[in-house]
């Protein structure tokens, strides 16, 4: 050991342990350090006999690489490489990783920390261990909110858990910069590789065979053989030129010979797919003669020899697809940004291919990423390089060497399979390719095989480029209106079959297919002519995603046009159908009342099953019209035409029993809902079950019968997971959010609503399913008071609904929202819309509208607006009304021993806190017996229930809220009374 002053002059002496004055500062300490590389342990004497260990460190050599979920981080270079650019992290992060790490996971303590990686005292009270595991928690952890690997634990301090120390081979810094999303590829790569053995890297082309390949040689230093211009014949001949042989002889003994001697033994065979059995000679002879030998091949194709290991390569995900052009993007613009959705679109246009990204991002300069992401609509002009000489120049240059290779049904194969806008089932491709099953088959698989074709969960589409690449090809073959009529009649079968089971014992699974072939079946429509024959058979397969997720209006669009080229009356039923539903549900008023005069009419030509479809349409082209006696008589000659006991018994009976409930008729709706429920059950449908176990939900809630509601939700539940309907698992969310919050457990009630309004913000972004759950979740927050986030809800609900039929829905939450916050002049203009609605909720809107009136001191419109009212509300509001005015008119005229007065002394006297006495409830009571059941006398019995804590909505709504919001009212009505 060696004493050692900060001020000394460099020292030869190699130390085993050095000790410092505790004066130096933290620079000082640090230089000490780096004086004494070697010593086992650096230590700090205080001049007290205290020695402070703070930098004490074992000499060891830091591990090369460790391997966290998301990153490697190299400890020499500190240098931490993630899916985006490489992070650096200081000398103080790195050494508290380092430290935690030799702990092998053990609880590490703040003081241990401090002395260990800081020099100070492990009492001493500083924040700055936890910023920089905060700093350290945001380059190494995927969600530093969450950390997985760098944990707090409570009152003792940290600990690092889940580190792996990859091969020194696998973690050199050089060998993985650029290779963005790709390091879990090398790693598989390295591990392949192995004497006596071909690696073969296959996958499409630009997507970064040979950059992988790249990484690879650098790392091992192995023999590169560019093969891209050597035609089969020359293949030996350019592995000799690439093992630098003197002598003319490129026999395999040769080769093999001449592999064997350099170290390692490793052959990168790159751009290979051209040479078909000639490279297979190639990497079996060098095999067979070097059995020590490693080869690497990239290729479209793989050899499919015995010693084979694959290594396939897939397009970049979204994350590090974003990281890769922003990094490219970058490196010309500096300052070059973009939102996350933007570049995560532009990724997704180009399918995820390096290449495609690495071209797209050479437009930084010229472009936003906006811009970039709609000249992208036109990749064959914008993916093109600025260098030339290369196969590799352009996407399309690309894809034109690999269509050369293919046979010529494989070329017409790839060229139909085109007309798909997105990926596909393999009954699709085949249907679309056509010709015989099995030389179909042949034809996938050898496009597969070439990477010209891609597959994933199984699905198969080209990728970008070869689209288009193969759509120009299907033009100029004059096959298009060919190919495009077999994809219109595939999908019209698979709407159809998927339609058909949704309301059968087999509904299992049609709601995730449904949403996969959403965009080819929207291409579809689109269509024209090719698609008439089917139009309705795949509008009506659209339908039961607008249901769900609200219907896009380019959809809606789509299915209108179709309406120029169908002529099929049942076929033109079943789009009209389509187009009821979704114009009522989402796009506003015009179009509706047409299509349904037309249904009404085709409905006559139809069998009694297809007009019980038609008339359930004419019913929500109604509804959504507010016309409630126009959708009760389609609705009554649905019923009356459906077959008896069929899923549209049911349908209708459901629809008949929201239409009731609707309109405020709830002792009409629950028997037709429990009909429908037991309907549903006999033919054993899924689906059906949970749509009629939803509205008898909905009436149970309404009814107050929470528990009840619960256990329905929970049946629902386990129908949609079953189906694989998550909309359907949102929706229960929103039913049990709404059931939770109006009795009084609020905080999970919202937790069911927050979900709900995710759900919909993510699949049914502005749509009218999003409104809904909008509006839910308000009515959620006003139960929890927070009025505030109430009326934001409310105001966004109403936005998405604007124009539409369902505008006053927003508009009716929002008055109410307002009115919490005493915003008496919004609230009054949200109430306008709801009061000439012929909604169930027309009634409350009057009784709403007179509470409104009752708050702006205006008793006169509020009794106008009661008039003809028979909701259970109105008496007792209207003696509230009647008796305010008549107080405002002239003096003397009230008693104050009748019923209202009296009524008006509890009220007052609940308002300012004190306690309503026996007396006074004893004289309201008889009071309110002596009289015949008057407008007075309920006045006084709600006045009673809310004295005695009745917390039924009618009490709470009409004088409870109400009685809250008028101080200034009460006062001046109560001081009136007591002058009289």
């Known amino acids: 050991m060696v004493a050692f002053d900060p001020s000394d002059e460099a020292t030869s002496v190699v130390p085993d342990a050095v000790?410092?004055?505790?004066?130096?500062?933290?620079?000082?300490?640090?230089?000490?350090?780096?004086?004494?590389?070697?010593?086992?342990?650096?230590?700090?004497?205080?001049?007290?006999?205290?020695?402070?260990?703070?930098?004490?460190?074992?000499?060891?050599?830091?591990?090369?690489?460790?391997?966290?979920?998301?990153?490697r981080i190299d400890l020499r270079t500190r240098t931490v490489f993630r899916l985006t650019e490489p992070l650096t992290l200081t000398e103080k992060e790195a050494s508290l990783f380092q430290w935690l790490l030799s702990k092998d996971?053990?609880?590490?303590?703040?003081?241990?920390?401090?002395?260990?990686?800081?020099?100070?005292?492990?009492?001493?009270?500083?924040?700055?261990?936890?910023?920089?595991?905060?700093?350290?928690?945001?380059?190494i952890e995927r969600d530093p909110?969450?950390?997985?690997?760098?944990?707090?634990?409570?009152?003792?301090?940290?600990?690092?858990?889940?580190?792996?120390?990859?091969?020194?081979?696998?973690?050199?810094?050089?060998?993985?910069?650029?290779?963005?999303?790709?390091?879990?590829?090398?790693?598989?790569?390295?591990?392949?590789?192995?004497?006596?053995?071909?690696?073969?890297?296959?996958?499409p082309g630009g997507v970064g065979k040979t950059t992988l390949a790249r990484a690879l040689c650098r790392q091992r230093g192995a023999v590169w053989v560019d093969l891209i211009s050597v035609q089969p014949a020359g293949v030996q001949a350019a592995v000799a030129q690439a093992l630098e042989l003197a002598?003319?002889?490129?026999?395999?003994?040769t080769l093999a010979e001449a592999l064997v001697r350099r170290t390692p033994s490793l052959m990168v065979l790159d751009n290979a797919e051209h040479l078909g059995d000639a490279l297979t000679r190639l990497v079996k002879g060098l095999l067979e003669h070097a059995p020590q030998c490693s080869l690497v091949t990239t290729s479209r194709t793989q050899l499919r020899t015995s010693v084979e290991r694959v290594v396939r390569l897939e397009p970049l995900a979204a994350e590090p697809g974003r990281a890769l052009f922003l990094a490219l993007a970058r490196a010309q613009v500096e300052s070059y940004d973009a939102p996350p959705e933007v570049v995560d679109a532009i990724v997704q246009r180009v399918g995820g291919l390096p290449l495609a990204i690495e071209l797209a991002a050479s437009r930084a300069r010229l472009l936003p990423a906006e811009q970039l992401l709609q000249r992208l609509s036109d990749p064959q002009g914008w993916l093109q390089s600025t260098q030339t000489g290369s196969r590799q120049a352009s996407l399309r240059e690309l894809v034109q060497w690999s269509w050369d290779l293919l046979t010529a049904d494989e070329q017409q194969a790839l060229a139909r399979i085109s007309v798909f806008p997105s990926s596909a089932p393999l009954d699709g491709i085949e249907a679309v390719v056509g010709g015989d099953v099995g030389a179909a088959?042949?034809?996938?698989?050898?496009?597969?095989?070439?990477?010209?074709?891609?597959?994933?969960?199984?699905?198969?589409e080209p990728p970008v480029g070869v689209r288009d690449f193969a759509a120009d090809a299907l033009a100029a073959s004059g096959e298009r209106a060919h190919t495009e009529e077999r994809l219109a009649q595939w999908c019209g079968a698979k709407a159809r079959d998927l339609t058909a089971r949704l309301h059968s014992a087999e509904s299992q699974g049609v709601f995730p297919q449904l949403r996969r072939e959403r965009t080819t079946l929207v291409h579809a429509l689109q269509l024209g002519e090719a698609c008439a024959a089917v139009s309705g058979d795949i509008a009506c397969g659209l339908v039961i995603l607008w249901g769900r997720n609200g219907a896009p209006r380019q959809e809606l669009q789509a299915a209108w046009r179709c309406l120029d080229t169908t002529t099929d009356p049942l076929q033109r039923a079943r789009l009209l159908r389509a187009l009821c539903w979704g114009w009522s549900e989402a796009a506003g008023i015009d179009p509706v009342d047409q299509l349904a005069d037309e249904l009404r009419a085709l409905a006559q030509q139809l069998s009694p099953a297809?007009?019980?479809?038609?008339?359930?349409?004419?019913?929500?082209?109604?509804?959504?019209?507010?016309?409630?006696?126009?959708?009760?008589?389609?609705?009554?000659?649905a019923l009356e035409v459906a077959p008896p006991g069929s899923d549209m018994e049911v349908i209708a009976t459901l629809s008949m029993a929201r239409l009731e409930f609707g309109a405020g008729n709830v002792e009409e709706a629950r028997p037709l809902a429990e009909r429908a429920l037991t309907l549903a059950r006999r033919l054993d449908t899924g689906l059906l079950v949970a749509w009629a176990s939803s509205v008898k939900a909905m009436l149970l809630s309404h009814l107050g019968r929470t528990e009840a509601t619960l256990a329905m939700c929970r049946q629902m539940a386990e129908i949609y997971r079953?189906?694989?309907?998550?909309?359907?698992?949102?929706?229960?969310?929103?039913?049990?959010?709404?059931?939770?919050?109006?009795?009084?457990?609020?905080?999970?009630?919202?937790?069911?609503?927050?979900?709900?309004?995710?759900?919909?913000?993510?699949?049914?972004?502005?749509?009218?399913?999003?409104?809904?759950?909008?509006?839910?979740?308000?009515?959620?927050?006003?139960?929890?008071?927070?009025?505030?986030?109430?009326?934001?809800?409310?105001?966004?609900?109403?936005?998405?609904?604007?124009?539409?039929?369902?505008?006053?829905?927003?508009?009716?939450?929002?008055?109410?929202?307002?009115?919490?916050?005493?915003?008496?002049?919004?609230?009054?203009?949200?109430?306008?819309?709801?009061?000439?609605?012929?909604?169930?909720?027309?009634?409350?809107?009057?009784?709403?509208?007179?509470?409104?009136?009752?708050?702006?001191?205006?008793?006169?419109?509020g009794l106008q607006r009661l008039e003809g009212s028979d909701h259970p509300e109105a008496a007792p509001l209207r003696a509230l009304c009647a008796w305010m005015a008549k107080a405002e008119a002239s003096a003397g005229a009230t008693p104050p021993t009748s019923a209202p007065a009296l009524a008006w002394h509890v009220l007052h006297t609940m308002l300012v806190g004190e306690t309503v006495t026996d007396e006074q409830l004893a004289a309201l009571t008889a009071q309110r017996t002596e009289q015949q059941p008057t407008d007075e006398a309920e006045l006084a019995l709600v006045v009673i229930q809310l004295a005695r804590g009745d917390e039924s909505e009618p009490a709470q709504f009409a004088l409870g809220r109400l009685a809250q919001r008028l101080h200034r009212v009460v006062h001046a009505a109560v001081g009136r009374a007591d002058g009289e």
């Open 610 to 637: 297809d007009a019980a479809h038609a008339w359930v349409g004419v019913s929500w082209a109604a509804a959504g019209a507010t016309d409630i006696d126009a959708a009760r008589a389609a609705l009554t000659t």
């Open 722 to 861: 079953a189906n694989g309907l998550d909309s359907g698992l949102a929706t229960v969310d929103g039913m049990i959010g709404r059931a939770l919050v109006t009795t009084q457990r609020v905080e999970e009630g919202l937790t069911h609503l927050d979900r709900y309004v995710r759900y919909t913000a993510i699949h049914a972004p502005r749509s009218a399913v999003e409104a809904e759950a909008l509006r839910t979740r308000a009515l959620g927050r006003r139960h929890a008071g927070r009025f505030r986030d109430a009326v934001d809800d409310a105001l966004r609900a109403d936005e998405r609904l604007a124009g539409t039929r369902q505008g006053w829905m927003a508009q009716w939450t929002l008055s109410r929202c307002w009115f919490e916050l005493d915003a008496l002049t919004e609230a009054e203009e949200a109430m306008q819309l709801c009061l000439q609605t012929q909604h169930r909720y027309a009634a409350d809107a009057q009784i709403f509208g007179a509470v409104l009136a009752l708050a702006a001191e205006d008793p006169g419109t």
């Open 247 to 253: 002598t003319p002889d490129t026999s395999l003994q």
């Open 145 to 203: 909110s969450e950390p997985e690997h760098l944990l707090t634990v409570r009152g003792e301090g940290y600990r690092l858990v889940g580190p792996q120390r990859p091969s020194q081979t696998s973690s050199n810094a050089d060998v993985l910069q650029g290779l963005f999303g790709r390091v879990d590829d090398f790693d598989r790569l390295l591990g392949e590789v192995a004497p006596g053995r071909v690696v073969s890297v296959v996958g």
């Open 105 to 139: 996971g053990a609880v590490v303590s703040r003081g241990e920390l401090l002395q260990n990686v800081w020099g100070y005292r492990p009492e001493m009270v500083t924040r700055v261990v936890d910023v920089t595991v905060a700093r350290l928690r945001e380059k």
């Open 19 to 71: 000790v410092v004055n505790a004066r130096a500062s933290v620079q000082q300490r640090q230089q000490v350090v780096g004086r004494f590389p070697a010593a086992r342990e650096i230590v700090f004497d205080d001049d007290e006999g205290h020695v402070l260990r703070e930098l004490t460190r074992q000499r060891a050599e830091p591990s090369p690489a460790i391997v966290l979920t998301g990153c």
């Open 441 to 460: 088959s042949a034809w996938i698989d050898g496009l597969l095989d070439s990477g010209l074709l891609t597959a994933r969960d199984g699905r198969i």
